[in-house]
C-alpha cells in the first residue's frame, strides 16, 4: 500500500488531471460549489483504485461519505481508506448538539466548514439522556441515567463500555433485598493532607442517575479507541481527582491524591495535568507503578480574572495554558438575548446562517430553520468574555503572554483542548477561540440555561455567534468534535 501511495504521489500530473475530473464531477453532484449549475450529470470518472484514495485522503469526513455512495468502486476506495486510517487526518471540528424536535437517539452535525447541519442517528441509551463529558479522537465520552460511562464514535455508531463508576475509590455500590444494585455511596474523601473532610464527614447516597449530577467533571482520551491501545482519563469529584483506566481494564484506578485538576493533555506517551493554580504534573501510565512529577510549579500569582484554565499543544510542539475568564447577566436582567456581549456591541455577531441543502448522504442535512427556544429558560447567563494564552518555558518555569501574537486557532470547552494551525485550516479564523460552556453547574446542574457558546476574536475579545438562529438544546449542552470515520459502514450511508 506505501508503495501505491508513493507513486500516486509521483505522478502529480496525472493527479492534477484526474483531480479536475473529480472536482467536476463533485460538482454537479453538490459535493463542491461550482458556477455555474452544470446541467448534464457525467458519470463518474473511472480512476484505479490507489489514486482515488489519493484524492478521497483530502476530503472532509461529509465530503467523503458522498463520494462513497456514488458507485461501488469509489465505495470501495473510500471504505479501504477509512479502514487503513488514511483519511485526511486534519479533520475540521464541528459542533455535536441535540434538539428536542430531532428526537432521543439523534444528534445535530454543524459543520463550519460547509456551514450546513446534518442529522446522526446514535445508537442506545439515547444520546438526550446521557452527559457528554468528553470529546477527543473522534469520539465522545457520554454517563448514561444509571451514571456509566461509555465511548461512542458518532459517524461509526462504535461504541465501548468503560469500567463500572461502582470501581471508583469514592464510589461503592448498594444493592437491595433482591440483589439489584439499586443505589450508589459516594465517599467525600480525598486522601490529600491538605484537606481534612470535615465539611462532608459521612459518605452520601445518591441514586443511579443521581450520581453523574455530583462525580464526573471531565474525560481524556489518548489516542483513537478504534485502534484498541488507548487510555481514559477521568477528571472526577470530590475535588477534581483524576483517575484512569486502559483499554480492556475492568476498574478504575486512582492516581497520586492531588486536587483541583483542571485539564489534561496527552504528549510524547506522557500525562500533563493542569490544576487550577496553574501548577502542571506528569504522569507515564504505561509504568507499573504510576508516579507524578512536578513539571511547573504553581503559577497562582500570575492569575487574575481566571475562571477556568486549559492546557493544549501548540502546532509547534509547545505547550500552552490557556485561561478564560467570564461574567454575567443578573437574575433580573431582562436583557439576555445577545450572549457575552454588552449593548452596543450587535455588529460583532455572525450573521452566518444554515444553507437549505438536501442530497443523498447517509449525514442528512437539516432543514435551515430548525432552532428551537427553550421554555422556562434560566435568566443568569454566565459568558464569556476574554481568553489569555501562554507558552509554557519548563526551562525557565514561567509563563510567557502570547495573547496577542497568537496566531492559531483554538477549540475550548468540554473537549480535549485543541489548538490548531491556521495555515492547515483556512476555513477558520486565525486567533480566534471557537469555546463551548464549560462552567460545571451551567454544563452539568442547570438544564435550561442559556449555553455560552460562540467564537472569540483574542486581539480585542468581541464575541461571534457560531450560528444565528441557534440549533440546538440547551441540555445536554453542545461540545466539539472532529469527525473520525475510521471502520465507518459506508453502506448504512447511501
Not at 236 to 263: I, K, M
Not at 438 to 452: L, T, V
Request: glycine letters at 6%.
Amino acid at each position: 500500500m506505501g508503495s501505491s501511495i508513493t507513486r500516486c504521489l509521483a505522478l502529480s500530473g496525472v493527479l492534477t488531471t484526474y483531480g479536475q475530473r473529480l472536482a467536476e464531477f463533485l460538482a454537479v453532484h453538490r459535493l463542491l460549489p461550482s458556477e455555474p449549475q452544470i446541467l448534464e450529470r457525467p458519470t463518474p470518472p473511472e480512476l484505479p483504485e490507489d489514486i482515488l484514495m489519493c484524492i478521497f485522503a483530502s476530503l472532509e469526513t461529509p465530503d467523503l461519505v458522498r463520494a462513497g455512495s456514488v458507485c461501488s468502486s469509489w465505495r470501495s476506495a473510500c471504505a479501504r481508506l477509512c479502514n487503513l486510517g488514511l483519511f485526511r487526518q486534519t479533520q475540521t471540528p464541528c459542533l455535536l448538539y441535540t434538539s428536542e424536535s430531532a428526537g432521543e437517539s439523534v444528534a445535530g452535525l454543524f459543520s463550519l466548514v460547509e456551514n450546513k447541519s446534518y442529522t446522526l442517528a446514535l445508537p442506545d441509551p439515547p444520546i438526550r439522556t446521557r452527559y457528554v463529558i468528553g470529546s477527543s479522537h473522534g469520539w465522545i465520552i457520554t454517563a448514561d441515567d444509571r451514571s456509566e460511562l461509555h465511548l461512542l464514535n458518532p459517524i461509526t455508531g462504535d461504541q465501548i463500555a468503560l469500567p463500572s463508576v461502582a470501581t471508583i475509590e469514592q464510589v461503592k455500590p448498594i444493592f437491595d433485598d433482591a440483589g439489584a444494585l439499586h443505589k450508589y455511596q459516594y465517599s467525600w474523601y480525598t486522601g490529600t493532607p491538605l484537606l481534612v473532610d470535615y465539611d462532608f464527614p459521612t459518605p452520601s447516597v445518591f441514586s443511579l442517575g443521581e450520581l453523574r449530577d455530583y462525580l464526573f467533571g471531565k474525560a481524556f482520551l489518548s489516542s483513537d479507541p478504534s485502534t484498541g491501545d488507548y487510555y481514559v482519563v477521568l477528571k472526577h469529584n470530590p475535588e477534581s481527582q483524576l483517575s484512569f483506566a486502559r483499554a480492556g481494564d475492568d476498574r478504575w484506578t486512582w492516581l497520586p491524591p492531588h486536587v483541583d485538576y483542571a485539564d489534561c493533555v496527552f504528549k510524547d506517551s506522557l500525562l500533563f495535568a493542569l490544576d487550577s493554580h496553574g501548577e502542571v504534573r506528569t504522569f507515564d501510565l504505561s509504568a507499573l507503578v504510576v508516579t507524578q512529577t512536578i513539571v511547573l510549579g504553581r503559577m497562582k500569582s500570575c492569575i487574575v480574572e481566571c475562571n477556568y484554565m486549559y492546557i493544549a499543544q501548540a502546532p509547534c510542539g509547545d505547550l500552552l495554558e490557556v485561561w478564560r475568564s467570564r461574567n454575567s447577566l443578573g437574575w433580573e436582567d431582562e436583557d439576555v438575548s445577545e450572549q457575552g456581549l454588552e449593548d452596543g456591541e450587535d455588529e460583532h455577531i455572525s450573521e452566518h446562517k444554515l444553507e437549505d441543502a438536501t442530497d443523498g448522504s447517509g449525514l442528512e442535512p437539516e432543514d435551515a430553520d430548525v432552532s428551537e427556544p427553550e421554555s422556562g429558560s434560566d435568566s443568569h447567563v454566565i459568558f464569556t468574555d476574554k481568553f489569555d494564552v501562554f507558552k509554557v518555558d519548563f526551562a525557565a518555569t514561567k509563563l510567557e503572554d502570547i495573547t496577542s501574537s497568537c496566531d492559531s486557532v483554538m477549540f475550548l470547552g468540554h473537549n480535549q483542548s485543541l489548538c490548531l494551525s491556521a495555515d492547515e485550516y483556512p476555513q477558520l479564523k486565525s486567533n480566534h477561540v471557537y469555546f463551548t460552556d464549560d462552567d460545571g453547574y451551567y454544563h452539568f446542574g442547570s438544564m435550561k440555561s442559556e449555553r455560552d457558546i460562540g467564537v472569540l476574536n483574542l486581539g480585542n475579545c468581541t464575541v461571534e455567534r457560531i450560528v444565528s438562529p441557534q440549533l440546538w438544546s440547551n441540555w445536554p449542552a453542545p461540545v466539539w468534535f472532529i469527525p473520525n470515520p475510521r471502520k465507518i459502514n459506508l453502506a448504512s450511508h447511501d
